[in-house]
């Protein structure tokens, strides 16, 4: 779920950061640029781990500031294709179900990927697996702030800068989202397969 990637860049350091430590400078410059960002192809960026090479600085004409080529680590959030993660229900539509991390919520489980048979409660705004075992048939709700369990089926990223310029929707101009799917046994709400629901 989480990966350590190695970056180089260079940090441009304001004359307001002079008064610090140049590691702790350069530390709290890429934090501000890269934390909770979206950075393709690796992912969203979480915080810094550790820089491993600071090389010369210098600085241009008529610029106060000073510029440091760094060599560093960095630990970014982006799940592996299949990889089984447990989240809470965001919110539903009757497209599928939003599902949230705490920390990312571009998360989205199309109606497709979800238990069947299946349908979507308008005046509940929710999402119901009418599951049957043989005997008789039950209707489970995928309510708001329940844990769900999903698999990653695949990551999206979009150019957000693009398809602002084309006119498209928020939903599409997300930097970054994860498509699941809870149509397997064992995956939705962890509710649905504690021992005293079989």
């Known amino acids: 779920m989480f990966q350590l990637i190695e970056l180089r860049n260079n940090v441009g350091i304001r004359p307001s950061l002079f008064k610090l430590e140049q590691t702790r ?5 890429l934090n501000t640029k890269l934390a909770n960002k979206v950075l393709f192809p690796h992912g969203l960026c979480i915080a810094l781990h550790d820089i491993l090479q600071i090389g010369e600085s210098f600085s241009f004409p008529g610029d106060a500031g000073t510029y440091t080529s760094v060599l560093f680590r960095y630990i970014v959030f982006r799940p592996f294709e299949e990889e089984v ?10 497209d599928g179900v939003w599902v949230t991390l705490g920390f990312f919520e571009d998360i989205f489980i199309p109606e497709t990927y979800l238990q069947s048979p299946h349908r979507f409660d308008p005046e509940e705004n929710c999402w119901v697996w009418e599951y049957s075992d ?6 489970l709700y995928m309510d708001e702030r329940e844990e769900i369990r999903f698999r990653v089926v695949k990551i999206e ?25 809870i149509s397997e046994p064992g995956l939705g709400l962890l509710s649905w397969w504690k021992e005293d629901n079989i």
């Not at 993660?85 to 009757?94: A, D, N």
């Open 25 to 29: 400078a350069i530390k709290e410059v």
């Open 85 to 94: 993660i447990i989240g809470k229900v965001r919110r539903s539509s009757s």
């Open 157 to 181: 990223f979009n150019d957000v800068a693009k398809g602002a310029a084309s006119g498209q929707d928020s939903e599409e101009l997300l930097p970054m989202k994860i498509i699941g799917t």
């Open 134 to 139: 043989g005997l008789e048939t039950h209707n």
